[in-house]
């Protein structure tokens, strides 16, 4: 059974900074593309940062350029994503995804349950 544990949200004052993480299990880790997504109230969900499954090739929404930084350790099937100078824009929930891609119609996805992520003084 797959699971994505994400860990490390809360509330934060702006210009502060959290470190989520998102621990994996159940799946060839290091053959996934790892992303992080964010929902905030009354929007889509929206992919915020993603890292390939080798060569540590990562894209992020500009929205966080300069601001987060995705990384992962393949040896313990975790992903992170550092958040630095976060502004009251930033508060969503924030999801991990596990993306594969058998070929350009079949893909396989698996989500984890979200952490919280409040930014306000």
């Known amino acids: 059974q797959v699971q994505l544990v994400e860990s490390g949200g809360g509330l934060v004052r702006p210009g502060g900074s959290l470190r989520l993480s998102c621990a994996a299990s159940g799946l060839t880790f290091s053959i996934y593309t790892m992303r992080w997504y964010r929902q905030a109230p009354g929007k889509e969900r929206a992919l915020v940062a993603a890292?390939?499954?080798?060569?540590?090739?990562?894209n992020y929404a500009d929205s966080v350029k300069d601001r987060f930084t995705i990384s992962r350790d393949n040896g313990k099937s975790t992903v992170f994503l550092q958040m630095n100078s976060l502004k009251p824009e930033d508060t969503a929930v924030y999801y991990c995804?596990?993306?594969?891609?058998?070929?350009?119609?079949?893909?396989?996805?698996?989500w984890g349950q979200g952490t919280q992520v409040t930014v306000s003084s």
């Open positions: 995804n596990a993306h594969f891609e058998y070929s350009s119609t079949s893909t396989r996805d698996y």
């Open positions: 890292i390939r499954s080798t060569g540590g090739v990562t």
